[in-house]
């Protein structure tokens, strides 16, 4: 992939949501004026990781570059486990540090979630932000532009740079004070960090999809059964 590529993406995936949106809103289907208001933030974020993922692949296509040299090939079994051993290892010291540092507590940590779920459909917020996220935004982030910084910058630069991109999109996590809102981007972008050196260890975006997912899905899922 090349430098352009990092703004050709998200620009072509921003510019047809944008479209869609405005098309729903003042031209709108049948089928959305009888739906619930609360599922319309995950179909728009549903279009914007297709649209991300067909233009990557429409990307490859015209280059003729194989998946498998973009990232997407597969890798030994042992790094299924290394992923999930180091996934509970994340999830357990920010547990830990958001009920420790936050006086809100648990509190703080539901109101945050909830800001994504929202009031949705449990299977539509898991499809979108469980499912289609991990894979949208680990081929953009680490298959894309830190693969482009990496060979200019170095591994460790690269990784930082793009998990601090990566934690500084994730607005909707700014719940809170000031304290809360530094926690929240600081476990986005450990998980940014910690997906890049999995990539970059692998060779592959799959253990980086896998951690990036069970994070997701587990969370989303913990989520909803507290709401």
């Not at 993922?53 to 998946?67: E, N």
């Not at 540092?101 to 979108?128: C, F, K, S, Y």
């Not at 482009?148 to 793009?162: C, K, P, S």
Request: proline share 4%; net charge neutral.
């Amino acid at each position: 992939m090349e430098g352009r590529d990092i703004l050709i993406i998200p620009f072509v995936a921003f510019a047809i949501t944008v479209l869609a949106a405005a098309i729903w809103r003042f031209f709108p289907p049948d089928f959305l004026s009888t739906l619930d208001g609360a599922l319309l933030p995950h179909l728009i974020a549903a279009v914007l990781y297709l649209i991300t993922l067909i233009t990557w692949g429409a990307i490859l296509a015209a280059r003729r570059i194989p998946p498998a040299r973009a990232g997407l090939r597969t890798t030994r079994p042992r790094w299924v486990l290394i992923t999930l051993a180091l996934w509970t290892g994340f999830i357990l010291i920010f547990a830990g540090l958001n009920l420790w540092l936050n006086a809100e507590g648990v509190e703080l940590i539901e109101e945050q979630n909830r800001q994504v779920l929202g009031n949705g459909n449990i299977l539509l917020t898991l499809a979108v932000l469980g499912l289609l996220a991990p894979v949208a935004e680990e081929i953009y982030f680490r298959g894309v532009f830190f693969a482009w910084l990496r060979a200019r910058i170095g591994v460790f630069a690269a990784a930082f740079l793009t998990s601090a991109f990566f934690a500084a999109v994730h607005t909707n996590y700014m719940v809170g004070d000031g304290a809360a809102t530094a926690l929240a981007l600081a476990q986005i972008g450990t998980l940014g960090f910690i997906c890049a050196l999995l990539y970059q260890k692998s060779g592959s975006l799959l253990p980086a999809i896998l951690f990036h997912m069970t994070n997701n899905l587990i969370v989303t899922v913990a989520t909803a059964s507290a709401l």
